[in-house]
């Protein structure tokens, strides 16, 4: 199951931003965070497919999510216009947001693909 961040929680699991310095991503295994709003329809329909990954990369892939209107800071600190946003996450190297909803099938092809985890 995907697990809801808070501000905190992210701070504490994946990157603190309010240290300064360029991106260190703090977990051991590659991640991805879907920014969603509880009123949001795309949202709505990608979230199965979050918690469905979540069920098949476990112990291989970090899936969070933030509710963009209880952490506008998070929103704000990764520039979220438009929501879902996917924010793609390697273990080395620069996170990358991919926005819009998504099928399976292109939500499988970059974890395995982008982020090398077989399925």
Do not use: H
Not at 105 to 111: N, P, R, V, Y
């Amino acid at each position: 199951m995907a697990e809801l961040l808070t501000t905190e929680a992210f701070k504490e699991k994946v990157f603190d931003y309010t240290a300064g310095g360029e991106w260190k991503y703090k977990g051991s295994i590659p991640g991805i965070i879907d920014f969603y709003a509880e009123w949001c329809g795309p949202c709505k329909m990608i979230a199965p497919i979050i918690e469905e990954m979540a069920k098949k990369y476990a112990g291989k892939l970090n899936v969070w999510k933030v509710d963009t209107d209880a952490e506008p800071e998070l929103a704000m600190q990764f520039g979220i216009s438009s929501i879902p946003s996917i924010l793609i996450i390697p273990l080395s190297g620069t996170p990358q947001m991919r926005v819009g909803s998504m099928s399976k099938a292109a939500l499988e092809k970059i974890i395995e693909g982008d982020l090398g985890i077989s399925g």
